[in-house]
């Protein structure tokens, strides 16, 4: 039986010792990636897979806030081919706003094709390290969601925070250790990172992505 998790627009199964998360689905019958769809009850449930997303990954080593919820507004930074740009869709419902930012025009044509399905959903084709740029192509976000493989991936997160997202809101910054520094080990950075976000935010969470994601880590701030 799939209910609703502690989380808002996420849901859950329990079976045993197995737990599996989910979406409930803007579009149905519309299969993002490799998901499997679940019907109870007259509605369509996505599985998240946390090996496909690191948003996921955390939802499932059990972080106790995202900050995104349904109608929230959501700057996502390093959109991808939108995987985990879905499911944040899907919990937004229909008032929500998401935001889906990437560099690569590669990207940007799936991310394209997916949003003309998810009415919630708007591409941006801009480079995270410059919000100074989009900034004012937004309303000031609710929450911001950074999957950023670059050396300065903190930076790049902070910037944003500054100048996106509105007071009281929440950050998500997944770190990828050997993005940063491969010399060093994963631990080292993520204690690095930690520092970084501690001189100018409040850090209300953090998890590791392991098993699920190899040498990562999230970090759930909040601008105070």
């Known amino acids: 039986m799939i209910k609703?998790?502690?989380?808002?627009?996420?849901?859950?199964?329990?079976?045993?010792?197995?737990t599996t998360y989910f979406t409930k689905n803007?579009?149905?019958g519309q299969k993002v990636y490799v998901e499997k769809l679940v019907n109870q009850n007259g509605e369509e449930f996505r599985q998240w897979i946390p090996e496909k997303s690191k948003l996921g990954a955390a939802i499932y080593n059990g972080i106790s806030q995202i900050g995104i919820k349904p109608g929230s507004?959501?700057?996502y930074l390093g959109a991808a081919t939108g995987t985990t740009c879905s499911h944040v869709s899907d919990i937004l419902g229909d008032e929500g706003e998401l935001y889906a930012l990437d560099?690569?025009?590669?990207?940007?044509?799936?991310?394209v094709f997916l949003s003309?399905?998810?009415?919630?959903?708007?591409c941006m084709l801009e480079d995270a390290k410059r919000p100074q740029e989009y900034k004012d192509k937004i309303p000031e976000v609710d929450v911001i969601f950074q999957d950023v493989a670059q050396r300065d991936q903190a930076k790049i997160f902070l910037k944003n925070v500054k100048l996106c997202l509105k007071k009281g809101g929440f950050?998500?910054?997944?770190?990828?250790?050997?993005s940063i520094d491969v010399t060093k080990k994963p631990r080292e950075i993520f204690n690095m990172v930690r520092d970084m976000l501690e001189d100018e935010v409040v850090i209300v969470d953090s998890r590791t992505?392991?098993?699920y994601q190899d040498s990562h880590y999230i970090f759930v701030i909040k601008k105070v």
């Open 116 to 122: 003309e399905t998810r009415k919630n959903m708007a």
């Open 26 to 28: 803007l579009v149905k």
């Open 171 to 178: 950050g998500l910054l997944a770190v990828k250790a050997r």
């Open 103 to 111: 560099f690569s025009p590669r990207t940007q044509r799936n991310l």
């Open 209 to 211: 992505l392991e098993p």
């Open 4 to 18: 609703e998790s502690k989380l808002k627009g996420i849901f859950v199964e329990e079976r045993g010792r197995r």
């Open 73 to 75: 507004k959501v700057l």
